[in-house]
């Protein structure tokens, strides 16, 4: 069985900075590229960072790059996602998820194989 399970939200003033982790149980990682995705209320889910299995290279929208960082650990099997000069429109509800590559629709496209439920990320005074 496949499961993806996220850690590490919480409440965190503008300017600061939280680290989100991902455990992946059932699945070959060698084969699956892992991303996050976000989602706040109304808004679309977003793609905030992916990196290939095949050769480490990773992929960052402009909105979070320079601010956001993916870490990848073979051994433990997590995948982490290292988010520094946090602001109030980060705030929302953050996805793990992995798929085969390449991936079906292009990098940071919310069409993935697998799914964790998330963790919210609240950046507030």
């Known amino acids: 069985q496949v499961q993806l399970v996220e850690s590490g939200g919480g409440l965190v003033q503008p300017g600061g900075s939280l680290r989100l982790s991902c455990v992946t149980t059932?699945?070959?990682?060698?084969?699956?590229?892992r991303c996050w995705f976000r989602q706040a209320p109304g808004k679309e889910r977003e793609g905030v960072s992916c990196i290939s299995a095949r050769d480490g290279r990773t992929y960052y929208p402009d909105s979070v790059k320079g601010r956001f960082t993916i870490i990848r650990d073979s051994a433990k099997n997590t995948v982490d996602l290292q988010m520094n000069s946090l602001k109030p429109e980060d705030t929302a509800h953050y996805y793990c998820?992995?798929?085969?590559?390449?991936?079906?629709?292009?990098?940071?496209?919310?069409?993935?194989?697998?799914w964790g439920k998330g963790t919210q990320v609240t950046v507030d005074s």
């Open positions: 998820a992995a798929t085969l590559e390449p991936p079906e629709r292009g990098w940071l496209v919310p069409v993935m194989d697998y």
């Open positions: 059932g699945l070959d990682l060698g084969r699956y590229a």
